[in-house]
């Protein structure tokens, strides 16, 4: 059975910053690229960031500098390290492995 579960979100302040993790077992982690998306209420669901099997990484240009992407592939997991967060990036984060795999989520309010 194949899980993707996110920890990590929470309510910061602006300027703060959150890390998140989203643990996966069930497939062969290593060989799956693994994204981050997130959707705010009312809105699409939109890719955040993205780590190839390699390590490259790519990110939208609303968290270009502010966010970093990282794996692990002993432990299973992705991260998502959020610096100098905005009201705008309040949204439910999502892990997504290749196309097919999805976690439900974890919220992430930025708010004084």
């Known amino acids: 059975q194949v899980q993707l579960v996110e920890s990590g979100g929470g309510l910061v302040q602006p300027g703060g910053s959150l890390r998140l993790s989203c643990a996966v077992s069930?497939?062969?982690?290593?060989?799956?690229?693994m994204n981050w998306y997130r959707q705010a209420p009312g809105k699409q669901r939109e890719q955040v960031a993205s780590i190839s099997t390699g390590g490259s990484t790519s990110y939208a240009d609303s968290v270009k500098g502010r966010f970093t992407i990282s794996r692990d592939n002993a432990k299973n997991t992705v991260y998502l390290q959020m610096n100098s967060l905005k009201p705008e990036d309040t949204a439910v984060y999502y892990c997504?492995?290749?196309?097919?795999?999805w976690g439900r989520g974890t919220q992430v309010t930025v708010s004084s």
């Open positions: 997504r492995g290749g196309a097919n795999y």
């Open positions: 069930g497939i062969i982690f290593k060989i799956y690229t």
